[in-house]
């Protein structure tokens, strides 16, 4: 396992190194003006002459590799630069909403895996029946719907049509300091959504992989025995079926950061969705490119998590190769 970490974390320097050149080179190539968004109302009547003076000030008169190459150097030694979009340090700006996003995506994580691994055995225990029929249909149902839609529907049915929860924000208008208390009742609606989001993939896989795990021969073997139907279920099957969710979360982690995106936009949540829209838009190099590099770092370290964990719990598992 050590050696695999190893690899793979080697292996991540040059994906990241490719990354960020990609996203400078894509961002030269985007139709939006980084000058223009950066005066903003006042481009509108600035003469081309202050224009291009602004242009030479914000260094974006420069080839991209060269912007690109500026950039990787100094984030080396820990300076990510100047984002020119929000008026401040990118190590700031990560610094301060981050933390958030990481909360939303956790909580969110884990109120898909746990319903989802108790609706996975439950119908996997009585393939064909009511509950197996009803829960996969509503999989299927949930799996296709985006989640900036699950988002609206729910800020119409919880917030205005019942008024039982914050249609978005992260405290009250009127609160004058962040608490739990304060950020409790507005994480709850996007925490529902992001992990409706979730669900059904985890759901589906559990199902799976119990319902197979119950036709083994070992399973059968521990019914021959005597062991109770719940011991059997919970100390054989359930153990058997986890394997391929493990292998699903590093699969998941890009979903989880998209939906969380489309979940923070939808309720106002003070994570990194925003900066991540207004840098695109404003083709805000430096902080395009760490958000790109972080969210990939996300990406890759999640596949190594379910790598490990799937080697922990199958300890057949070899990482020589």
Known sequence: ?????GRRTLFAAPVLLLVTFGVFAVAALSPFDPVKAYAGTAGLTASQAELDQLRANLGVDRPF???WWDWLTSALTGDLGISAVLRQPVADVIAGRVGWSAMLACCAFVAALLPATVLGVL?????GG???RAATALAYVLEAAPAFWLGLLAVWLFAVRLGALPSGGLTD???DTVTAGQVAPHLVLPVLVLALSQLPWFYLYVRQGVADALEEDPVRG?????LSERRVLLGHALRSGMLPVLTLIGS???ELITGALLVETVFSWPGIAAATVQAATSVDFPLLAALTVLATAAVLAGNLLSDL??????PRVGFDG
């Open 252 to 254: 998941r982690v890009p």
């Open 309 to 314: 964990l799937y080697g922990l719990a199958d």
């Open 173 to 175: 208008a009127a609160a």
């Open 1 to 5: 396992m050590a050696r695999m970490a």
């Open 130 to 132: 009511l509950l197996d």
């Open 123 to 127: 119908a996997a225990r009585r393939r």
């Open 222 to 226: 521990a019914r021959a025995r005597g």
């Open 65 to 67: 590799t060269a912007r």
